[in-house]
């Protein structure tokens, strides 16, 4: 357990040490968040009540998936490519030698990123979208931790499902055609292009039951108050039932890999 | 000299681009999943228009077939730098690991090196879906088409894609001072795309201003397709603004051009 700590730390202080690489991060989802804002105010200008949001839940919206874009991996990236690079070049037989448990090796590598990219990235980008924006935070600080631990368990569900994508390199040696198809999907299902509840009749109920809504959407509605008490415990559930599922999943491909296939010899 | 100085980039350039292009295709299941994968990214992206229109009739007073036409041009003249250009964003990564040192020493223009590096060929994706939504917009809108509309769809497209080119090298060039900040870049490029796409009634005046006289994004594809839809400029300019667009680019590519020198004038290698 201390050694995964000690993994942890020294993740967060790997991206620590990029300032510059987190300010252009932040200003590009400011940038971004600006945009996507004034195009959601010209659709609820419309429709004032799409998806059950009011004006100020939807700009919400906008933000707090602008300040999750890093920390929850959105769009791929944190420990992906380096994996998929010890499978290519065959690095990965020696940390398989190694007496450390391969998976949470690598999630608590990526904990250490996203609570860096938490801090870092999430908060400036939010304070931003508040001091320009009329924005739907709640008071109670109650809900602000339940939205952390919303969050918490929507970075495990990122992290499982990009470590079945990374393990795909044991068979395609090159990741980066399943790592863009995993970025489509997350963007897509996570509610990170348009929230969930807008999207029509079966295609919003489908995406709302796929693991992707454990990311975003879930975290969003729990600080926005639309989960209460039996729905409250219903919306953790459903992250930990795909956060199990997921990483068990993870597990299993992993134990087919490492039997089946032959690593790269150098 | 300087002729012979553009057909040596242009051909090394060629040489470099077919070099990544066999290479690509050496990983052959992986490059089909990635050109799929990018059709689908970029599909994706217009469904988020589709989405909004199952709601709304209009965005900002424009119908689907007006807001498609911005996407379509958009996203042509994004895809066609981007296929071009789109590798410059690794300037930071070399200037930080040290290889940008090999591409000094050869005696081919750095640009033409910086800018075939791990030339992409499964970002022609973003040009084809352009082409398409742009067709099937063409096909649905009301336009009046006399010949300066007709003249001004395909000089959009050029001086469009030139001003995005612009943005590219000037984006790498700002990575010789600041190497670890390439997503700065992607603010403006991915960013302008993404918002040039909506219509500008959707944003502040004071932003359409700044994408105007700062940052002359507006000139890609808003003031030269207002013209062609008939609609008035939101911030008052003349109607035949549109038609300043190949000037604009021609501007912005010279003030990168200097940025370019003076950046690669500034680059100090790490020595390792």
């Not at chain 1, 357990?1 to 020294?10: E, G, I, K, P």
């Not at chain 1, 395609?172 to 929230?195: C, E, Q, W, Y």
């Not at chain 2, 603004?241 to 200097?258: E, H, Q, S």
Request: glycine share 10%.
């Amino acid at each position: 357990m201390r050694l995964y700590t000690a993994v942890v730390a020294s993740s967060f202080r790997r991206y620590a040490t990029y300032r510059a690489a987190t300010a252009a991060g932040v200003f590009t989802n400011t940038v971004f968040g600006f945009i996507v804002a004034y195009t959601y105010i010209a659709l609820w200008d419309q429709r004032p009540h799409l998806g059950g949001y009011d004006l100020a839940q939807a700009m919400t919206f906008v933000w707090l998936g602008q300040a999750l874009l890093a920390a929850s991996a959105l769009m791929g990236g944190g420990f992906q490519e380096e994996f998929q690079e010890r499978i290519r070049s065959g690095d990965v037989a020696v940390d398989l030698y190694r007496p450390v448990d391969l998976q949470l090796w690598w999630l608590a590598g990526d904990v250490g990123r996203a609570i860096f990219q938490l801090l870092g990235r999430g908060i400036v980008p939010m304070i931003f979208g508040a001091l320009v924006f009329d924005l739907a935070l709640p008071a109670s600080p109650l809900t602000w931790l339940c939205f952390l631990l919303a969050v918490a368990l929507g970075i495990l569900v990122s992290f499982a499902l990009r470590y079945l994508v990374a393990l795909t390199a044991f068979w395609l040696l090159d990741g980066a055609g399943a790592n863009m198809i995993s970025v489509v999907l997350s963007l897509f299902f996570s509610g990170m292009i348009l929230p969930l509840n807008v999207f029509p009749g079966a295609l919003g109920e489908t995406a709302n039951a796929l693991p992707w809504a454990a990311i975003l959407q879930v975290p969003a509605d729990v600080l926005l108050g639309e989960h209460q008490g039996a729905g409250l415990v219903g919306a953790f559930a459903f992250q930990v039932g795909w956060a199990i599922a997921l990483l068990a999943a993870g597990r299993l491909l992993q134990s087919a890999a490492t039997r089946k296939v032959v690593v790269q010899g150098g | 000299m300087a002729e012979s100085q553009l057909y040596q980039g242009l051909r090394a350039y060629a040489l470099i681009v077919g070099m990544w292009v066999r290479s690509t295709m050496a990983y052959r299941t992986s490059f089909v999943i990635m050109a799929l994968g990018n059709l689908a990214i970029t599909a994706l992206d217009f469904a988020v228009i589709g989405l909004m229109f199952s709601h709304v009739d209009a965005l900002g007073g424009f119908d689907l077939a007006e807001v498609t036409f911005l996407y379509g041009t958009s996203s042509t003249a994004f895809g066609l730098t981007d296929l071009a250009f789109g590798s410059m964003e690794r300037v930071g990564r070399r200037v930080r690991d040290g290889t940008m040192d090999t591409l000094l020493v050869r005696p081919v223009p750095v640009l033409a090196q910086v800018a075939a590096d791990r030339f992409a060929l499964r970002r022609v994706g973003r040009i084809i879906q352009g082409v398409a939504l742009l067709g099937w917009s063409l096909a649905h809108l009301d336009v009046n088409w006399t010949w300066d509309r007709v003249l001004l769809l395909p000089v959009m497209l050029l001086s469009g894609a030139a001003i995005f080119a612009a943005l590219f090298v000037a984006g790498a060039a700002f990575q010789f001072w600041a190497s670890d900040a390439a997503e700065v870049q992607s603010a403006f490029t991915y960013g302008g795309t993404t918002m040039l796409q909506f219509p500008p009634t959707v944003f502040t005046t004071e932003l359409v201003r700044a994408v105007t006289f700062v940052l002359p994004l507006a000139f890609v594809n808003w003031f030269p397709a207002l013209h062609i839809l008939g609609r008035p400029n939101p911030i008052g300019l003349p109607d035949g603004i549109g038609f300043a667009a190949p000037l604009v680019a021609v501007a912005c590519c010279a003030l990168a051009g200097l940025a370019w020198g003076a950046g690669l004038r500034a680059y100090r290698s790490t020595g390792s």
